[in-house]
């Protein structure tokens, strides 16, 4: 029988992995790793959580601590080099987990790429993790694969369950904080994350986040109100990003989320993604404006019926005018999501957007080239069409229009939306609903005066 009180494992590291050249977003807390370090904080003996993007040196921790496992978090493409490079370098005689939803997608590269690669979780890694460390026999893990006897071990794909109300990150582990910076110079606006949901019950035809990284359909689950609103009473920063794929897919669960962060008092900023459809609740509209939730991001995706038609979006460029129309009667900022190049758009159709986005009078636009991934469903649509192919960084280009052509357009749209008129707009809506407080404008305006000045006595003295 198991021995649960046993710790088989005395001192873990749980490391985000980062090198120079690659994306740092320092703004964005490790929270997938940050779940993982809390699970483990009572089954081994210590955990270190350590953000390399601040941390960039490991070797201190080996030879001060006595580790004896490291776990490691690869959730995008850009991190598999220097996930890499880390655990080559990691001490032989220390177990090394690695997790992620790249890590799931490549699990036999990374096995190739790195010899001391003893486990990948593939999927969710709170259950998991628990197993493993708990001392359980690992041909028994469902949801892992590992090395045995020379041999990669694949065992079978885990069941996705429910989200626990009783785990979410305990961020008095973090040595860092996360908040508004300006060139690695802190504004003094706290940022943080929290998840509220996983999956999502749509099938758009380019997302993968509805999947996991084998392919497997994840049912949306979500936490309860009241478990979301405890973890918010232990998050300092000012301004929340909730990371759901899709916030309100049950629309009473958000009403009574509101409702409780009304009635704690509760004063935060909170960004949310979510589908048009939204607009058919306008009481609950109003009322996820007073509990903070003042920016609403939206994809939208095309201004064409037949591709928004063949992503299976579920709305049409009608539905999302009317749609829009009714959002804005509330003073949310808006931020609307395209993508640049689907399959089957000519260049005049992509330029549309531009136009598209203005009649939607959206506040801001994310402009994307379309990708695939290792488990898309556009990959049958690639192999069907004949002339697209997947190119560089896996951006679906064709004969007539390749990558800097794609480029082009995107740039041009860009050019084409974010006239005087709309930063004007953008300016008024940041300052109406309080997005960035006064001090953090002040201390910025400092910041670039006092560089402004500093570059100028320096020219002075070089040309003197």
């Not at 699990?107 to 790429?113: K, N, R, S, Y």
Request: hydrophobic letters at 40%.
């Amino acid at each position: 029988m198991l021995d649960r009180e046993k710790k088989f494992y005395k001192n873990a590291l749980c490391v985000y992995p980062h090198q120079k050249g690659i994306p740092e977003k320092k703004y964005c807390p490790p929270i997938g790793l940050e779940y993982i370090a809390t699970v483990l904080e009572n089954l081994v003996e210590k955990v270190t959580l350590i953000d390399m993007r601040f941390e960039p040196n490991l070797d201190d921790f080996f030879k001060a601590d006595n580790i004896d496992l490291v776990c490691l978090s690869v959730n995008w493409d850009y991190q598999r080099e220097a996930a890499i490079n880390i655990i080559t370098c990691i001490p032989s005689d220390i177990k090394v987990i690695v997790g992620g939803r790249a890590a799931a997608a490549y699990v036999e590269e990374l096995f190739a790429a790195a010899s001391n690669i003893d486990i990948i979780v593939r999927g969710d890694g709170e259950e998991i993790i628990r197993d493993i460390v708990s001392g359980s026999p690992l041909k028994d893990i469902t949801g892992i694969s590992y090395r045995e006897d020379g041999r990669i071990i694949h065992n079978k794909t885990r069941d996705l369950h429910s989200l626990d109300d009783t785990i979410y990150p305990n961020r008095k582990m973090r040595r860092v904080n996360y908040g508004l910076l300006y060139k690695d110079i802190d504004l003094g606006l706290g940022i943080d994350f929290i998840s509220t949901s996983r999956g999502c019950p749509y099938n758009c035809k380019f997302c993968t986040f509805t999947n996991n990284p084998l392919g497997q359909k994840r049912s949306w689950s979500a936490r309860s109100a009241h478990s979301v609103v405890e973890e918010l009473k232990t998050i300092n920063a000012e301004f929340i990003f909730v990371v759901d794929d899709n916030f309100a897919v049950d629309m009473k669960r958000v009403e009574e989320i509101c409702d409780l962060i009304i009635a704690e008092g509760i004063k935060k900023i909170f960004v949310v993604a979510l589908r048009l459809e939204i607009y058919r609740y306008p009481q609950i509209l109003k009322k996820m404006f007073k509990a903070g939730f003042k920016i609403l991001t939206i994809g939208i995706e095309s201004a064409q019926d037949k591709t928004l038609k063949a992503m299976q979006k579920g709305f049409n460029v009608a539905l999302a005018k009317k749609a829009f129309a009714e959002i804005r009667k509330i003073n949310f900022y808006i931020h609307g999501y395209f993508i640049v190049g689907c399959i089957g758009e000519s260049e005049s159709e992509m330029l549309e957007i531009a136009t598209f986005a203005k009649k939607l009078k959206l506040d801001t636009v994310n402009l994307s080239l379309l990708r695939t991934e290792k488990y898309s469903p556009l990959n049958d649509l690639i192999a069907k069409s004949g002339s697209y192919y997947a190119g560089e960084d896996n951006i679906i280009c064709s004969q007539e229009y390749p990558l800097e052509k794609l480029r082009d357009i995107k740039h041009h749209i860009s050019r084409n939306y974010y006239n005087f008129p709309t930063m004007l707009r953008i300016t008024k809506k940041i300052f109406t609903i309080r997005m960035i407080k006064f001090r953090c404008l002040v201390k910025l305006i400092f910041i670039l005066l006092f560089r402004g000045l500093l570059s100028k006595k320096k020219n002075i003295l070089t040309y003197s």
